[in-house]
């Protein structure tokens, strides 16, 4: 019998209405359990989500980083949030990578489950790699809906539950856009008004200026290897966005990160998190991330890591399978790593020759440190 208080008690907080620690407490100073078995009553039901700094497109690895960003759903009776951590705080490899625990009741699954997407929807962790998309994923679901689970759930669905990051739509570079134009004008007024040149059209920095129809603000965004450019065009009380070629008609309503943007028609109410150079636009239940880019920044070197395997997370060497001089094939085991319970293999990614080892058994490294230097083998006639 395992008698501490599990990670998943508040589900059955929920459904109870009951303070399993407030009781914990109570038995441990002496007290008789405040209800007897026949006491008990079970309302309704409840899921609980645990949001994780890990990457569940490489093998759910963990993450570790600073928390740059972090929006929660609004909590009530039937939203609730367990959480230790907040924004500016860093997830570090020294201890579990879990962020929060969402909990959400309904009278039945299907309600429940409901609000458990919807307050995932309102989720957002920025700064690392974390796996609320992911849950989202699994909250909409329709095997997942219809109770079609077991442990090869995530194996069966994983074309629907681990996609590739999906290509911004233009309503999401729409309202990104929209968002950063409002944000440098609001800057720029700042900016005059402390200078004492509120009148002045010269002091604003915007692009928005009267009598110049084609006159905007240029963005350009980046997806891998994919670049986005959008231009915001101030026309009468809207905008025109020009996107690949393209000319959207926009109207919008911002009020910080969020907005209520109209295209053509259709009305949707978007957020966009800004952080460094990152975005992450959360659009109608989807979730956008890309990059802002500096067009005019120098081109980065094209240096990439060849035969220089470096550590996917942060972590400890577990076991060095190979040595100096050793010849390895293609897809060959060279190092385990292990990180917060799990291990990880570093493979050879191609023919070659060992030719240095940088860490042994038991020692600490850093994300992104080398760990194996391989030379390729060279083709033979």
């Known amino acids: 019998m395992n008698t501490r ?14 303070d399993l ?7 441990a100073s002496g007290e008789r359990l405040p209800k007897l078995q026949d006491e008990l009553r079970i309302d309704g039901h409840a899921f609980e989500a645990r949001v994780y700094a890990e990457n569940p497109r490489n093998q759910f690895l963990p993450a570790i980083g600073p928390i740059d960003l972090l929006r929660a759903p609004a909590t009530n009776a039937d939203v609730r949030i367990d959480t230790g951590v907040r924004e500016g705080d860093a997830i570090t490899p020294h201890y579990d990578p879990m962020i929060a625990k969402l909990i959400v009741h309904g009278d039945n699954r299907e309600q429940a489950l409901q609000r458990l997407a919807l307050a995932l929807d309102d989720y957002a962790v920025v700064g690392f790699t974390n796996n609320v998309e992911f849950l989202q994923r699994v909250a909409r679901h329709p095997a997942f809906a219809a109770r079609e689970i077991d442990t090869g759930f995530i194996a069966r669905h994983a074309d629907a539950l681990l996609p590739p990051l999906p290509v911004p739509s233009d309503a999401a570079l729409a309202a990104c856009a929209l968002v950063e134009a409002a944000a440098a004008r609001a800057v720029a007024q700042d900016a005059a008004r402390r200078a004492g040149k509120a009148s002045s ?28 450019a959008v231009s915001v065009i101030a026309d009468g009380d809207g905008y025109r966005i020009r996107i690949a070629g393209r000319e959207l008609r926009a109207r919008a309503d911002i009020d910080g990160e969020r907005i209520t943007l109209t295209l053509g028609d259709a009305q949707r109410g978007a957020r966009v998190l800004r952080s460094g150079g990152h975005r992450v636009v959360l659009l109608a239940g989807e979730r956008f991330e890309f990059d802002a880019v500096d067009r005019y920044a ?19 060497v577990v076991s060095v399978l190979v040595k100096v001089g050793d010849t390895v094939k293609k897809g060959q085991p060279l190092i385990i790593m292990e990180a917060m319970k799990m291990e990880h293999t570093i493979v050879a990614p191609f023919d070659g020759a060992v030719e240095a080892i940088y860490f042994a058994a038991k020692e600490q490294v850093k994300e992104g440190a080398e760990l194996v230097a391989l030379a390729e083998a060279k083709a033979t006639a």
């Open 5 to 18: 208080l599990q990670v998943e008690h508040p589900v059955t907080e929920m459904i109870t209405g009951l």
């Open 21 to 27: 620690v407030e009781w914990q407490l109570r038995v």
């Open 298 to 316: 120098p081109p980065e070197s094209e240096d990439g890591h060849g035969g220089h395997l470096v550590a996917p997370m942060p972590g400890s």
């Open 201 to 228: 059209p010269w002091a604003l920095a915007d692009a928005f200026w009267p009598n110049q129809p084609d006159c905007g603000i240029d963005f350009d965004y980046a997806q891998g290897e994919q670049r986005l």
